[in-house]
Every structure is written in C-alpha cells, then in structure tokens.
C-alpha cells in the first residue's frame, strides 16, 4: 500500500462524488422503508448489548418477527462522511456475522443501523451518507434496508419517521437487557479488532 497527496483536480473529483453519496431526509421517506413495530424496544436492547458511545455505529439483522438475529458494533474512524466508505464497512460487518440471502427472490430479514453521535437530533450530511451506505450494502448482502436510528444526548431517533425517545441517549446507563436471551458479550481485545474497538456478537 503507497500513500501519498492526490492531485487537486483529482481530490475535487473524489470531493464531488463523495458528496451524491448520501439521502436527504425526503429520499430516504421516499424509498419505503419498513417501519419498526416497536423501535424503544429495538434501540434499548441494542444500548444494552453493544453500550454504543459516540461515534459508535450499531448493525443489526432482524427477522421478519422483529426478533434480533445478528448485531455487531464498530467506532467510524475520523475522516470526512462518506457513504462508499460506510456502505463497505457496513458489509463487511454483515459478512462477519450473517449470511447474505441472495439467493432469495425477496428479502426477509432487514437491517438496521443505530449511531450514536453528538450534536441533535437533526438530520445531517454524515447522517445522509450512513443513509446512503445502509441501503447499498443491505442491497449487496440480500436484505432490506430498515430503519436508521440515531443516538444524541436528546435522545433516540427514528430519522424519516419522526419516532422517538428520551431514553436511552448517549450518555445514559444501559438498561435491563431485553430483547435476546443472552448475555450482553463481553468486548473482544488484541488484534486488529482492538485497534477500532470493535465488538461484534451474533444471536441465533
């Protein structure tokens, strides 16, 4: 791998398609995602599995019964939003801890990503590019695209649905584990895992 500075004409290009990599707010209403039947109870089992900080991103496979199948949690490593970069790390999490479907001719199971951030609760462009990845790489590993929930000090939200909570938010206490019979999993450490703080568990 070499390393080196872009020439400005081609950092202005990669700067341009870096920014039609994301959904507005009215894209992402538009593309008909399933909305969650009970989104408090998805986002406090997830708290209280994977304990998110800020700039913690949480992917979760559901069933079609809204029952948790596969989670893992990662830390987004500093650099500028964008949603390829997210689309590909998001899959690679996928693959980590499910398999694709497809060979399915429909989607059953669906994805969801729940962000913990600071700032509100208001829509913004890193959110539109986690938008813009959530939907390609569940394209890529055969599921649909569910919801995207972001976790702030205000609170938990369900953007594009208007759905939320005060409880949890990004500096609360987990609370009581409920959506999977499991324990919470402890954090794996050493290795390349440890160096982006990743935690991944898989409920089957």
Do not use: K
């Not at 989670?71 to 650099?79: E, G, K, L, N, W």
């Amino acid at each position: 791998m070499t390393f080196g500075f872009a020439p400005a004409s081609a950092a202005a290009s990669t700067s341009a398609a870096s920014a039609n990599r994301l959904l507005e707010p009215a894209e992402w209403a538009a593309a008909g995602i399933p909305l969650l039947r009970n989104p408090r109870e998805v986002v406090s089992g997830l708290h209280a599995r994977h304990h998110p900080q800020p700039t913690t991103a949480v992917i979760a496979v559901l069933d079609p019964d809204e029952r948790l199948r596969a989670s893992a949690s990662f830390v987004r490593r500093p650099a500028p939003a964008d949603g390829w970069m997210f689309r590909n790390v998001l899959l690679a999490q996928l693959r980590l801890i499910i398999p694709h479907d497809l060979r399915r001719r429909t989607p059953v199971r669906t994805a969801v990503l729940l962000y913990c951030r600071e700032g509100d609760a208001r829509w913004t462009e890193e959110d539109g590019a986690w938008m813009w990845g959530l939907r390609d790489a569940c394209t890529l590993h055969g599921l649909r695209c569910g919801a995207y929930i972001t976790l702030t000090r205000d609170g938990w939200q369900v953007l594009g649905e208007g759905r939320g909570g005060r409880r949890p938010h990004s500096a609360s206490a987990p609370e009581p584990f409920a959506t999977s019979e499991a324990p919470p999993p402890l954090p794996r450490t050493g290795g390349a895992a440890s160096e982006v703080l990743r935690r991944a568990a898989a409920a089957r």
